[in-house]
Structures are given as structure tokens and as C-alpha cells.
């Protein structure tokens, strides 16, 4: 992705929403299915509610309607969300990164691993070769780590963009949602799934957030 300064050129999740569009008018695809899992998920209720026409149907992957909980309890402010935030070993985990990031390609590989463990909610082993190989290639592609900083400014500026999308959505429905997900734990799954008419759920046991384990 392109590099920017976000306090130059500050964008939101609908942004993001339009770049997806934009994907499809340069392959010419009139419509998609569209399928997005956490930050992506959100993006894809943006693109379901502003761009009904291109949506043939959205896939929510362990997401939310709601961002609050967890941006706020990670800059350490109340949330005025009734859904809950992320555990407390997500938190934690966090902290740790910020005060000691990772430097050499062990240790980020090592990191990378680790944060796979404890978004898996632990009930099941992690693949830890396909982490490793996932480190490898998302460290490869990485020119600016700090860079991901972006999307969480994009996310906490677009609360108020993504609280009404929901009603808007006309596209069919379907939530997947692990049951030890300790990022957007199980209540924002349920509170998804009111907001959007007709929307399917269905909750996996022992899948936390990712795909490590599947």
C-alpha cells in the first residue's frame, strides 16, 4: 500500500470502502461477493451500506458493529460501548510491544507467532509453521511497520460511519464468529447480527480471532 502521512491526508474506513469499489471498476466487475474479516469486516458493511448495488452478498468475519470497546480500551479510555472489550492477555500483549518492540527478524517472527496464539483464545494449538510463513511474507511486503498505525487512527475516526451502516445493508448476510474470540468477544457477534435484517450467524467453537487453527 501507499505510504502517507495520516496527518496530511487523514482517511476513514469509507475511504478504505471506496478503494475496494475502485478494485472492482478496474476489473470491470459489476458486482461481488465480498467477504471481510475483522478491521476488513467493517470495511465490508461500509461497502454493503454505501455501495448496495455492487454487493451480491457479505461474508463478516469475526467483526463487530462496533470498534469502541476495543480501540478505547487499547489507548487506555472508557468506552461508552455496552459490548465488551478485548481480554485482558490481548491488552497486555499489547502494552509489552509497545514498550519493547520487536527489533531483529527473530523476534518479530517470534512476536507474530505469540499474537497468533493468544488471538486463537487458546483452546485450540496455532499451525506455528504457517505463522512462521505468514511472519515471512508479511514481513517482506512491510516497508514502514509503523505504517499499520494508520488504520487505527482510520478506525477510531470512523465510529460514527460505521454505527449506521447496518440499517442500510440490503445485500444477504452471513457472520462467522468464533466462540473464544478475545478480541471482539461473542456479544459483539450477537449485536451484529440485530442490526442487520436477515443476517445468518453462525458461531464456530474454539475459534478465537484468525485463522491459525482452523
Known amino acids: 500500500s501507499s505510504l502517507i502521512d495520516y496527518n496530511e491526508q487523514p482517511?476513514?474506513?469509507?475511504d478504505m470502502a471506496h478503494d475496494a469499489v475502485d478494485i472492482l471498476n478496474h476489473y470491470r466487475i459489476d458486482k461481488a461477493h465480498i467477504v471481510g474479516a475483522s478491521m476488513g469486516g467493517a470495511i465490508a458493511q461500509l461497502m454493503g451500506a454505501h455501495h448496495p448495488e455492487r454487493i451480491l452478498s457479505l461474508g463478516l468475519l469475526m467483526t463487530t458493529n462496533d470498534m469502541r470497546p476495543a480501540m478505547d480500551a487499547f489507548v487506555g479510555q472508557t468506552t461508552q460501548s455496552p459490548l465488551s472489550p478485548p481480554l485482558p492477555v490481548v491488552l497486555n500483549a499489547a502494552r509489552m510491544a509497545m514498550l519493547m518492540p520487536p527489533n531483529t527478524l527473530e523476534e518479530k517472527i517470534a512476536n507474530f507467532v505469540n499474537n497468533a496464539k493468544i488471538n486463537s483464545g487458546g483452546k485450540k494449538p496455532v499451525d506455528e509453521?504457517?505463522?512462521q510463513e505468514l511472519a515471512l511474507?508479511?514481513?517482506?511486503r512491510t516497508r514502514d511497520a509503523t505504517a499499520s498505525f494508520n488504520h487505527f487512527k482510520a478506525l477510531m475516526a470512523s465510529h460514527d460511519?460505521?454505527?449506521g451502516a447496518q440499517a442500510q445493508i440490503k445485500a444477504p448476510t452471513f457472520i462467522m464468529h468464533g466462540d473464544s474470540d478475545p478480541i471482539f468477544p461473542l456479544d459483539h457477534a450477537h449485536a451484529l447480527q440485530a442490526?442487520?435484517?436477515h443476517a445468518q450467524l453462525e458461531i464456530i467453537p474454539d475459534i478465537g480471532h484468525g485463522l491459525f487453527n482452523v
Open 11 to 14: 482517511y476513514s474506513l469509507l
Open 137 to 140: 511474507l508479511s514481513l517482506a
Open 195 to 197: 442490526t442487520i435484517k
Open 129 to 131: 509453521q504457517l505463522c
Open 161 to 163: 460511519l460505521l454505527s
